[in-house]
Each structure stands twice: as structure tokens, then as C-alpha cells.
């Protein structure tokens, strides 16, 4: 599903992030990616997520080789993956609902089933009762469940999480964390940035370590 | 979702987006009223021109097809010999009406028309000369057989001064070409200041929204997805311009109707103010939407690409 080959990164600074790394993730597995700040956590989720090019080497993402994909096509690419900030980077003027059906309306989908998914998103990560709120009534945990009904309200295959736990405290955390189990459970493919070394290391999944660019030994 | 399915939604999306710019306009109502009473004056200024030149080209067209000549007499001449020269005149083949005024009624004319009646009463003599007014026969369009009867005119004995009345007529009709031209120069400059205005304030209201840009551009939303609401701002900028316009110029137009009314009276109501109305109702807002959506086009296009996801 997410299919790294012999990839550089190289930044305009001449600043190596990503030095030939390869790895592989299955259809429909859970894995964490770890390593020190700025050993290239964030560059290797931008590549997946197109907000960067490769330098060098073939990132292949459900079987499409991003480094040949037009800039036109890049939207309808990012609609299968669904990203999760540390920062939630929610829409501060609009309501939960309108923050949640916000790629719905992206793709086009009719009102009442935005209405649907919306609410059926929300009930998950269970909010369901906060869709008038604006995000700045809810703490934050709650708006990191937002952000998270929000990356998977169009059901993508793969979903992304940059420090997804960064700001909340330990119980927080672990319920954020079943949330994504939850998913991966349906066939959803996760893939999580993290340094919270405790919660990760009592999940049973596997993990993907960075240093200096590289897949540490 | 099939394929009619989309379209609706398409078109819904669309109808959503208008309503909701027109909504963000009315949520800042003192910069929107602002902004667009720039552009109303803006497009008004050349409107409100264009409908003058047009009036004035009204009036100068209904002499178009005239050939007039003025012929002043000497002053020895008198009634009698005047009247005699008139009919004689008649019959050229090239003259088609003449009309005789002696000196005396060209006075109580002038008398009516300028109203300066107690001051010509103190005159010691009759200023005026008696004219013989001389219309061309109707083939003779060509300039140069008027110009030819012109001079025939000009060398008899009796006449002092043979005019063309049609001469300021023609100068008339130059100036107000030179004016046309001028008044089109006018207009795109001010139309480039519009899609200017309309520029800055879309520009404006892109960096305001640059964290909801980067936000849409990582859930998949397209370019025309994010261009979409600031081609709507900018279309009711330009379309409520417009209207500002077209209001704007109707005012003006009926405060300044009255004493051109009272003048046309004066001239026995030969013209009258042409207001073009319905068509500058229409043209207004639709210049003023044709510029606001170029205008936030333009704006977009520069800006929207810079606001990447980081």
C-alpha cells in the first residue's frame, strides 16, 4: 500500500531529510514511525501526502508512482488519504459539522448524504452531540476527534497521523489511539508519527524507526 | 452517484457558494459599501459621459440631411428689393425654399429669443440685417455643389455675406467625435482601475483565508474548488457596482433634466434628454460583472498557487 524505494529528500537548503530509505507497509496494516525530532518523521508523511516531491527514488502509494503524477491529479489523489495534524488545523470559523463535511463537500457529495456520513463520522469518534459547536467551545481532545472525523468522513484506505497525541495528556491519548485501531480494524491502512515511546510500546504493532534519514539498524 | 446526480449537485455547490460571498460581503458591510461605491462611481463617470455625447449627437443628427444658407443683405437694401431677390432666387434649379426676413423681423426674432428686449429698445438704429434664409434642393448633398452655390451666392451684388449654416454644425460634430474618443480612453482607464480595486480587495480577502486555502488544498479540494468563492466576490462587487452605477447616473440625470427641459423649451422643443435607461441597466452591471470576475481571476490566479500545504 504505502511503498518506499531507495528515496532522497533533499530540501532547496541542501539539507539531506531522507537519505535512500526503503520500507513497506501491507494493505490494511497499523504501523508506527518513530525516531528523533528531525530525523525526517514529518518529510516521509509529506511525500505520502504529496505536500513534497522526492529528490531521487519511487514513492508508490496504492499502486500509483507519485513522483509521475500531474499537479492537476494531486487533489483527487490526497482524497484517499486521510491526514490528521498535531495541530487539528481545523477551520475556526465554522461549525464541527461544516469542519467534518468540508471534503464531502470537496467531492461533491449531495446534502443529504453529507448529512449522513457526517453524523455516522462523528457518532465514531463520538462527538455527536457537538456538531453546532465551534471547535474553540471544545478542549482538545475533542478537536483532535474532529480532525479525526474529518480525515476519515470520505472512508479513505489510507490514514495518516502526524503526532497525532502530541498535545493531549496519557488517558487522552490512548483513547485517540484506539480511535485509529478501531479503523484499522475495517481494512483502513495507519500509519502514525510519534514519539510517545510509552503508549507505542505497549501496542502491538509494527514500527518503523528513522534516524538521519535512514531506516535505523 | 450518477452522472445527472453530479451535475445537480454541481449546480447546487455552485448556487451555495454565490449566496454564501454575498453573505461574506454583508458581513463586512462597511468595506463592501465601500468598495463598491468605488466601483459604481468608476463606471458611472464614463457612463454618465457617454450618455451626454450620445444626447448631443441626437440633436446634431436631426439637422444632418439640412442644407441651410444664410444670406445677410447689404444694408441699402430694402423690403421691397429684398423680397424681389427672394423670389428670384426661387427660381434657381438647385435652391429648393428661401424664406425672406427683413431686418426688422430678424430684431423682434432676436428680441424673443435672447431677451435682452429693453436694451435693444436703446439702440439708436437696427443693428441687424434683413437675411434671406436659402434652403439647398435635396440632390444637391454633395459638399462640393454647396460649396459651388455657396459662392455663386456669395458674388451678388445685394448679399453681404452667404453662410453654410451646416459649418458649425460639422465643427459640432467633430468636437463631439474628439469627445467620443476621449470619453473611450476615460473608460478603460477607468475600468483598469476597477479590475484593479476589485484585485486588491479579492487579494486582501485570499490572505485572510490563506489557513482555510491550505486546509481545503489537504483534504483534496481543487484549484477551481478554492478559486470558486472569490470569482463570486468579485462577481457581486462588479454587479452591485454596477446597480451603484446605474443608480448613481439616474440621479444624476434627473437632477440636471430640468433645466435642460427648460432650455429645450426655449428651442421649441426641437431635442429632448435621451436617459438610455434600460440600456445602461442592463450594460452597467454587466460590464461591472465582466470586470469583477476577470479581476478576481486575475487576483487568484497570482495568489493561489502560493498557498501550498506546508
Known sequence: ?217 | MDIVDRFKNYLLRHVQVMLASLGDLWRHPLASIMTIVVIGIALALPAGLLVMLTNVAQISGQWQDSHQISLFLNDEVGDTRGQQLAEQLLSWPDISAVEFKSSSESLEEFRELSGLGSMLDNLPKNPLPAVIIVQAADDFSETENIEDLLERLARMQDIELAQLDMQWLQRLRSLNQTAQRAVQILAALLSISVLLVIGNTIRLSILNRQAEIRVIKLVGGTNAFVRRPFLYTGFWYGFLGGVVAWLTLLTSLAVISGPINALASQYDNVFSLQWLAGELFLALPLIGVLLGVLGAWLAVGKHLNAIEPN
Do not use: C
Open chain 1, 1 to 217: 500500500m504505502i511503498n518506499f524505494n531507495q528515496v532522497y529528500k533533499r530540501y532547496p537548503n541542501q539539507h539531506e531529510a531522507l537519505s535512500g530509505l526503503s520500507f513497506h507497509l501491507e494493505r490494511g496494516e497499523m504501523a508506527f514511525l518513530t525516531g528523533h525530532s528531525g530525523a525526517g518523521k514529518s518529510t516521509l508523511l509529506k511525500l505520502i501526502a504529496l505536500i513534497e516531491r522526492s529528490t531521487h527514488g519511487q514513492v508508490i502509494i496504492n499502486n500509483q508512482n507519485l513522483g509521475r503524477m500531474p499537479r492537476w491529479k494531486v487533489p483527487y489523489y490526497r482524497r484517499m488519504i486521510g491526514l490528521v495534524f498535531q495541530d487539528h488545523n481545523l477551520l475556526h470559523d465554522r461549525t464541527v459539522f461544516d469542519n467534518v463535511a468540508l471534503p464531502l463537500i470537496i467531492s461533491g457529495e449531495n446534502h443529504r448524504e453529507i448529512g449522513r456520513r457526517v453524523r455516522a463520522a462523528l457518532d465514531k469518534v463520538g462527538l455527536l452531540g457537538k456538531e453546532r459547536n465551534l471547535p474553540i467551545a471544545l478542549s482538545g481532545g475533542e478537536q483532535q476527534r474532529v480532525g479525526i472525523a474529518r480525515a476519515v468522513v470520505n472512508r479513505p484506505p489510507i490514514l495518516l497521523a502526524d503526532e497525532p497525541t502530541g498535545n493531549l495528556d496519557p488517558e487522552l491519548s490512548q483513547e485517540i489511539m484506539q480511535l485509529f485501531e478501531q479503523f484499522n480494524q475495517v481494512g483502513v491502512t495507519v500509519f502514525i508519527a510519534s514519539h510517545d515511546h510509552d503508549l507505542i510500546s505497549r501496542m502491538p504493532y509494527r514500527r518503523i524507526v528513522l534516524q538521519n534519514g535512514r531506516l535505523a539498524e
